[in-house]
């Protein structure tokens, strides 16, 4: 293979793309405490062994159990020597990258891509929603590769499609909605694949992979494993996901405060109005450009991916004690990004305007990313210092009241005290005090959720407590005695 200068101007700008996006990544990451959806993964991943690692996911349960490649990466990585927050959380860079390579044709994606609150925000948390960010990029460039006009005839974007459809899949149980979605958008575009035999004889090996994870998700369903629900899906955490992707998170109240109420919203509208109207105003932009560029059958087939596996999610919600929200949709985000990136690109009439309010709107998504990376207000629960207090107190023969979920109290007290001083607090959970006159130490996590519509402190109050620490998600109240 003789390699030409374009060649290699080619890997140079790949590695440059490679090395900018590992950079941004890295930057965006926390050292942030855990909060309660980290915990879990975060625990296992200290497990020895293999086979302890397998133990302790049946044994907790879950939805944890169905994420299992980015949990079993997790593991691996752990092995590594990464145990804090952050160098476990870095186990997503590799994500980052691929979310900007699969795309990396698209003139401005890497631009629009790295500025993305939302993208920057889930680099930073210990969930397959990174993964599952890049599986949606190459599920975008496999829709945009079948409906090039360049291979009637052939099967160009196929294996890409199968290999998205299979990431997604893999990622959670969740992610195989959105690869049921890309297979619908892809049919749709190239409808004569499934009546020709090359079609089959080439997804056979994929299809063997599927059926294996199916299986292993029907065995997870069947143990009783799922996603823990405190609330159901509604249109309006539905409306919150959107919310959220499009990047005005870093603009608003924190996550705590907008779901206790949206009046918190108020004194922020004039900063989210006018963000709004610009990111908005660029994706619209970049979606008229686009279907005045498109066939129809393009466009019904690009559609019926994005929006089949959200009405199906929707539905799910509604149904069961699931609450839809950004994060499940995280596959979707390039048909939140990619508009902007088209809008910033720019043709025909409307070129400059389109190119304003799109570089606009890149400024408010960095600011509201920026924002969200190191504002107190976007913190996430503290389950350390929460942890460490408990553990405190337990040294002191305390008794301790801990309302809140125990995964991340086990990866705190495994690394100051390994399995014995995890099996040491279980009793928190296990065998918590019968009543407030039993506790010294009562300590909550969003006490919104937990006492929702009743007057807890009132209580604690009469009962001679006293609040003496607060910070953020949690409240500590002692006796004083």
Same mark, same amino acid.
């Given at each position: ?103 990396? #044709? ?88 499934? =009546? ?152 025909? #009439? ?57 995964? =991340? ?60 620490? #607060? ?11």
């Amino acid at each position: 293979m003789i390699e030409t200068p374009g060649f290699k101007r080619q890997i140079f700008k790949t590695v440059l793309l490679a090395l900018a996006s590992l950079a941004v990544g890295a930057a965006f990451i926390s050292r942030q405490s855990f909060w309660m959806d980290e915990g879990g993964p975060a625990f296992k991943s200290l497990m020895p062994t293999l086979k302890d690692w397998w133990f302790m996911s049946m044994r907790l349960g879950g939805s944890d159990p169905q994420m299992p490649v980015y949990m079993f990466l997790l593991w691996i990585w752990e092995k590594f020597g990464a145990t804090s927050e952050y160098a476990m959380r870095a186990v997503n860079l590799p994500w980052l990258v691929l979310t900007v390579l699969a795309l990396k #044709r698209v003139r401005f994606w890497p631009l629009v891509c790295l500025t993305s609150p939302f993208v920057l925000y889930y680099v930073g948390e210990l969930r397959p929603y990174a993964m599952q960010i890049a599986a949606g990029a190459m599920a975008a460039a496999a829709l945009i590769k079948v409906g090039s006009r360049s291979d009637e005839n052939g099967f160009n974007g196929l294996h890409l499609t199968a290999g998205a459809s299979l990431l997604l899949s893999c990622s959670s149980l969740t992610g195989a909605v959105w690869a049921l979605g890309l297979w619908v958008g892809v049919l749709i575009l190239k409808p004569k694949w499934i =009546c020709q035999g090359g079609f089959w004889s080439q997804i056979i090996p994929w299809a063997l992979g599927a059926l294996v994870i199916g299986a292993y998700y029907g065995f997870t369903l069947l143990q009783g494993f799922r996603a823990a629900g405190m609330q159901s899906s509604s249109i309006l955490s539905v409306f919150f996901g959107f919310y959220e992707m499009i990047g005005l998170l870093g603009w608003g109240p924190g996550k705590n405060e907008l779901r206790d109420s949206l009046k918190s919203t108020v004194p922020f509208l004039p900063l989210l109005v006018p963000a709004f109207i610009c990111i908005f105003g660029a994706w619209l932009a970049g979606i008229l450009g686009w279907v005045k560029q498109s066939s129809t059958r393009t466009i019904i087939g690009v559609t019926c991916a994005v929006l089949l596996p959200v009405i199906i999610l929707s539905a799910i919600g509604l149904a069961m004690n699931f609450r839809v929200l950004g994060r499940h949709l995280s596959p979707a985000i390039p048909a939140v990004l990619l508009p902007i990136a088209l809008s910033l690109a720019g043709s025909g #009439r409307w070129k400059t305007p389109g190119r304003v309010v799109s570089v606009l709107a890149i400024c408010m998504s960095l600011v509201s990313a920026i924002t969200l990376r190191i504002s107190e207000r976007h913190a996430r629960d503290d389950f350390h210092t929460a942890s460490t207090l408990a553990l405190d107190a337990l040294e002191r023969h305390k008794s301790v009241w801990w309302q809140a979920d125990m995964n =991340c109290m086990r990866y705190y007290a495994y690394l100051k005290g390994g399995m014995p001083l995890v099996l040491a607090v279980q009793h928190l959970e296990s065998d918590p005090p019968a009543n407030l006159l039993m506790a010294d130490y009562v300590i909550i996590n969003r006490p919104d959720l937990r006492y929702r519509g009743a007057d807890y402190q009132k209580e604690l109050l009469q009962n001679s407590y006293k609040q003496t620490h #607060r910070f953020t998600g949690f409240e500590v109240w002692t006796t004083g005695f």
